[in-house]
């Protein structure tokens, strides 16, 4: 069985939405919809790692391990995969096993399911996972029909939409010389809309409660 690091990723400021990740999703402070739920999963993981620029003002549960980032690593022009090869480092650093794959868990996506964990878990394979697994969607309400500029000769199917839900990183990827590119994800696992999609502005808040009150998550 492969040594899995779990990782989330939080900044303790926001330029979009003031204190985001403190601010409330159903009840509780966004980030903890993430924490709790690796926490509810943490035997698949050699180790839980809680990155923040200011990681004591996080209350998460006493299994993860707090790193604190630099600050220049939270900055909008930093890619964040250094983020993900800072707290692989740091861990290391910390007389750890070696760590083989990273998977990252973003506190902008709060819906979540275990299976969608196990299909990428299962994906651990040098021929299948050689750089970096993530996951998108497809969204219906944006239909070509409706998009400027769609643009794409012979392209008839639902645009595939990017998400922040999950990642899986290969050790050797994140070690070696790579593009530093904001979103270097080669290989996708679908999922549906209300898991992949993304908390960037207040209104989205709105639209994830929805879905969170849809799929019984509340």
């Known amino acids: 069985m492969a040594n899995v690091m779990a990782l989330v990723t939080v900044k303790g400021f926001s330029k979009r939405v003031s204190g985001k990740s403190f601010k409330d999703f159903c009840g509780k402070p966004l980030y903890r919809w993430?924490?709790?739920?690796?926490?509810?999963?943490k035997n698949k993981f050699a180790v839980m790692v809680f990155s923040s620029d200011v990681p004591d003002a996080f209350d998460v549960p006493s299994g993860f391990v707090k790193i604190q980032r630099p600050r220049i690593l939270c900055e909008d022009f930093a890619p964040h995969m250094l983020s993900v090869q800072h707290a692989l480092v740091e861990t290391e650093n910390g007389c750890r096993d070696e760590i083989e794959y990273v998977m990252l868990f973003q506190v902008t996506n709060p819906l979540r399911y275990a299976g969608d964990v196990d299909l990428m878990l299962g994906e651990i394979d040098p021929s299948?996972?050689?750089?970096?697994?993530?996951?998108?969607?497809r969204d219906h309400n944006l239909k070509m029909d409706y998009m400027i500029d769609w643009g794409m000769p012979g392209c008839s199917d639902l645009p595939r939409i990017h998400s922040g839900n999950l990642y899986l990183y290969s050790r050797e990827f994140l070690l070696k010389a790579y593009d530093q590119c904001r979103f270097p994800v080669y290989q996708y696992i679908e999922i549906p809309k209300e898991r992949g999609y993304n908390l960037n502005v207040d209104e989205d808040f709105a639209i994830a409660e929805a879905f969170a009150r849809r799929g019984g998550y509340v």
């Not at 993430?34 to 999963?41: L, P, S």
């Open 34 to 41: 993430t924490t709790d739920f690796i926490e509810t999963i």
């Open 128 to 137: 299948k996972v050689n750089g970096v697994l993530g996951t998108s969607y």
